[in-house]
């Protein structure tokens, strides 16, 4: 159960990102996953929750994109996207393989903020 | 009232991800091999740990090793006996390591310089999910197996099998009375990492220990 570390990690950079926009309000902020990533997307909404309360992100939404696991084969050359964790083979060739090119992301891609009221003078 | 999106595209731990790489290039500048120590709770890390200290210090290597844990320094003391200098990590809850942990204990250690040793062991906290995600600026990581665990866990772990370098299963001993099913185990760890190397081993026979110095002692070579 690290979810609570990861989450942490997210507001603490967001709230700096927030720095160039006084005063706005977070709406959503958005992570891709990769589905080696380690980290349970039910697990992490619920830690959201609690570690955005009281900070400029609370009762924002957590959106998670997972981004699938892509191997290279040096067998036949080609990349290609594995459709299980429990087995690392080229699904052209079916030759094993290592070599992850894609599948570990564990970023922040975005936020949607709202700014803050305009103060208008008179 | 205006809402906009800004693009941030950065790394979640990045923090740990910088801090990783500067201690893996601190490592390489002082010529000392680290190795990560992944496994469940009860896998035996630590008296396969103590055995490998113990074999290094014997053929004249400069070993030492950081051990995490929860709670307790009972780890760094059984470590001890091995004549290496240990010191204890306790995360106090946090369930796996932390680059900023390793480079705290590294920088008031007394009488351990980085530059004094041949290798240094980072033995993790017992989880087999959570320390994948965390890079240690280890050049080696291990994952851990036992004969008593079940040969399917790589398959239920693969994230972490996945991110290792070389697997070591560990109490070869009993595996005969456990009915260790061999040649399955190997197949699912080849399976989630094809090319691994992989070492048969027990801390209390000594099974295994020869193949795996020699290939700490090949990998500090490869530097």
Known sequence: ????????????????SLEAYPGAR?????LRLGALAAVVEDSLQFCYEIATRET???GSRLVISIVPVTVHCAACGKDGVLENLQSFRCPHCDEPTGDVRGGREMDIEAIEIEDAKETTTP | MTTRIVELRQGILKKNDELA??????????????????????TGKTAFLERTLRDLRVSGARVAALVGDLETDNDARRLAASGAPVRQINTHGICHLEAEMVSRHLADWEGVELGGLDYLFIENVGNLVCPSSYDLGERVRV???SVTEGEDKPLKYPTLFNSADAAVITKMDIAEAVGFDRATALSNIRQIRPGIRIF???AKTGTGMDDWLAYLAEARGAD
């Open chain 1, 1 to 16: 159960m690290h979810e609570l570390s990861i989450i942490s990690s997210v507001v603490d950079s967001v709230i700096e």
């Open chain 1, 26 to 30: 977070v709406l959503e902020v958005r």
């Open chain 1, 56 to 58: 400029q992100l609370e």
């Open chain 2, 21 to 42: 790489r500067e201690l893996r290039s601190r490592f390489t500048a002082a010529g000392v091999l680290v190795l990560n120590l992944v496994s469940s709770p009860g």
């Open chain 2, 143 to 145: 994952a851990l197996l």
């Open chain 2, 200 to 202: 048969e081993t027990s």
